[in-house]
Nanobody
Framework: QVQLVESGGRLVQAGESLRLSCAAS????????MSWFRQAPGKEREFVAS???????TTYADSVKGRFTISRDNANTVYLQMNSLKPEDTAVYYC?????????WGQGTQVTVSS
């Protein structure tokens, strides 16, 4: 059974940093592209960042480029380091693992940034 479990979300003030984690199990993690998405209230889910299965390639949404960093380790975990947080970063953050046509999602973790 595939499971992606996000953690680390909480209430922070603007300008602070936060690191999200996503622990994966039940899949060959090293072969999966891992991504972070987010969904703010009343808005559609949007792409935030992704990292290749080797970890060598990363992609970011323009809105987070230079502030967020995605990384992965050999312990089946992907991270999202978020610096200089802004109120507009407030959203539920979701982890996704994808391999070809296969795609799995976590349940999400809430990040709230107060001004």
């Amino acid at each position: 059974q595939v499971q992606l479990v996000e953690s680390g979300g909480r209430l922070v003030q603007a300008g602070e940093s936060l690191r999200l984690s996503c622990a994966a199990s039940g899949l060959p993690f090293s072969r999966y592209v891992m991504s972070w998405f987010r969904q703010a209230p009343g808005k559609e889910r949007e792409f935030v960042a992704s990292i290749s299965w080797t970890g060598a390639g990363t992609t970011y949404a323009d809105s987070v480029k230079g502030r967020f960093t995605i990384s992965r380790d050999n312990a089946n975990t992907v991270y999202l380091q978020m610096n200089s947080l802004k109120p507009e970063d407030t959203a539920v953050y979701y982890c996704r693992g994808s391999f070809g046509p296969l795609s799995y999602w976590g349940q999400g973790t809430q990040v709230t940034v107060s001004s």
